[in-house]
């Protein structure tokens, strides 16, 4: 009797380290988890002035908290659900201030201004975007035709965009770099998670491929696209965007046509 006592004893005592063991486990995932967000370089770069709370339970994260557009609320979640020891995301963010009516002026000029953001060969920071009747109208300055040129393209695909009148200047001087130019002669090192979070909201902005429901994965900068296009163009176009995105080393399409 006594010894069969001692062995439940002793298997109770076992079932508690273990159990300790495991939550002291998941306390070190979660922390890590939040940790991980917050020093990722969409949280730095793109987030960094926006009030995002991120609280993990288990690996089942919930975000709370505002971003200043409305590209940061796919932009944070995108992020955090590409991190080792995430479950799933619970994305509650809320948009600080009033958010512009669907294809309004101010809402097209928005889509605009998110289809360029984080394109690599584009200087948002150098470019004003107004709207008008779905008119958009582009000011500023390039550093080349080309650039120019690949501005007018992305603004075209924004949805809501009926019209884009191209009123940049090209910089003069030969050789001088935009603001965006310099951000990719930088050695800083992106992670696979913000990739793939720029990626897919880079996708969703654009209006040839907000639909397709992309599948993104990134490992080492190097980007694989699966899903379906209605056609080869289609296809094609996306792997365009996704290769001006900053950080991406390489794109690997796996996209099959419908």
Known sequence: ?????????????????????????????????????????????????????????????????????????????????????????????????????????????????????????????????????????????ASNKAQKDLTTEYAKDAEGVKKVKNEMTIAKKPGKKTVSEKMVDMTEWIDDASITALVKTTLLYHRSTGGLGTGVETKEGVVTLEGKAKNSAERDLAGKFVSDIRGVKRVVNNMTIE
């Not at 796919?74 to 995430?86: F, H, K, M, Q, R």
């Open 1 to 141: 009797m006594k010894k069969s006592m001692y062995r439940l004893a002793l298997t109770a005592i076992a079932a508690s380290l273990l159990l300790i063991g495991v939550s002291l486990q998941a306390s070190e995932t979660d922390d890590r988890i939040g940790s991980s967000a917050k020093k990722s370089y969409v949280f730095r770069t793109y987030l960094k002035g926006d009030d995002i709370r991120i609280l993990s339970e288990n690996g089942a994260v919930t975000l709370t908290g505002t971003v200043s557009q409305e590209s940061g609320k796919s932009l944070a979640l995108d992020t955090v659900a590409g991190l080792p020891g995430v479950k799933s995301v619970d994305n509650q963010l809320e948009v600080k201030g009033q958010v512009p009516a669907a294809y309004s002026d101010a809402w097209v000029a928005a889509r605009v201004k998110s289809s360029l953001l984080y394109h690599r060969n584009v200087n948002l920071a150098g470019t004003k975007v107004s709207a008008k009747d779905g008119t958009v109208t582009l000011r500023g300055e």
